[in-house]
């Protein structure tokens, strides 16, 4: 399954008798599926059915919608929708009343989405009715472009991800072949600084001291650091090749990755294996970053 960015646009065009329209939806990183609708007079109507059409295909991103409609026609006709007005004003003096404010304002409530609706003089409900229906056809050709594009966007993302852990796999390579010298490394210094500091009259028997000096060197062993971090690239991988909407997976496993490289560098005693940290944790940073574009 590919996979899809979260960034996109799309723009199609539509004509309907003397009626011409352009759908344009722009598509940008958004933590849900965050939508913004601007369409004109005559169809908002249309805005639940817009947000039903893009959620089944599209789960992550933050979306801006716009229809620009023209009419080839000079004249239009204004039709107000009395009941939905009447219920607002009712509501608004009410409101006004009871919290001794200004009454409402005629010109705010009519600007209220669905108070008022543009026909052309000529065409029936019918009519009208079957236009919208064209409209709305142009939007799902919109939303079939605009996943197109964000899936094209997401394959030039997976192979930038896959460059980057395979730089990641390259230096928990590097850091298991020093780390595999380390433990032997680390007991041998501790052992010859606690002779300097006890010296040969020290009350502790040699075993005890190798006991400790052989804990302290376990402690300081970042091998199972790089196992765990050798376990993340497979399982990165693995949700790479499994497509679909895996940004939220993603992101976690990048936090795993941080931990494991976080304690690896608070361990080190050596600084080649504490440079490597430091390359993983910016290698790990700009995997975050395309990690938070993809849906």
């Given at each position: ?67 620009n ?51 052309d ?69 501790l ?11 020290s ?27 050798r ?23 990048v ?13 080190s005693?050596?600084s ?24």
């Amino acid at each position: 399954m590919k996979i899809s960015s979260m960034t996109g646009f799309a723009r199609t065009e539509g004509t309907w008798k003397d009626t011409q329209w352009v759908w344009e939806i722009r598509s940008v990183n958004g933590r849900g599926l965050d939508m913004r609708m601007r369409l004109g007079n005559g169809f908002d109507k249309m805005d639940p059915d817009i947000r039903a059409a893009i959620k089944r295909q599209i789960s992550r991103g933050s979306l801006t919608i716009n229809l620009n409609v023209q009419q080839n026609r000079q004249q239009n006709n204004l039709t107000i929708n009395r009941a939905l007005f009447a219920e607002i004003l009712d509501t608004a003096r009410e409101l006004a009343q009871a919290h001794d404010i200004a009454p409402p304002d005629m010109n705010a409530l009519l600007n209220v989405r669905g108070i008022i609706d543009v026909l052309d003089p000529e065409e029936d409900a019918e009519e009208h009715e079957q236009k919208q229906e064209q409209v709305k056809s142009g939007l799902l050709d919109a939303i079939e472009a605009l996943v197109h594009s964000r899936m094209l966007e997401g394959e030039k993302l997976r192979s930038i991800m896959v460059e980057i852990l395979q730089n990641i796999s390259e230096q928990v390579e590097q850091a298991e072949r020093i780390a595999t010298t380390q433990p032997q490394i680390i007991k041998a210094k501790l052992t010859e600084r606690l002779q300097e500091l006890l010296g040969e009259n020290s009350a502790l028997e040699p075993e005890r001291i190798a006991q400790e000096v052989t804990l302290l060197a376990a402690k300081a062993d970042v091998r199972e650091e790089i196992d765990r971090l050798r376990l993340h690239v497979k399982a990165a991988y693995e949700i790479i090749e499994e497509g679909g909407a895996i940004g939220r997976k993603l992101d976690f496993l990048v936090q795993e990755f941080n931990r494991e490289t976080n304690t690896l560098c608070s361990k080190s005693s050596d600084s080649t294996l504490t440079n490597i940290g430091l390359s993983l944790k910016t290698l790990i940073e700009q995997l975050r970053e395309q990690a938070q574009n993809i849906e």
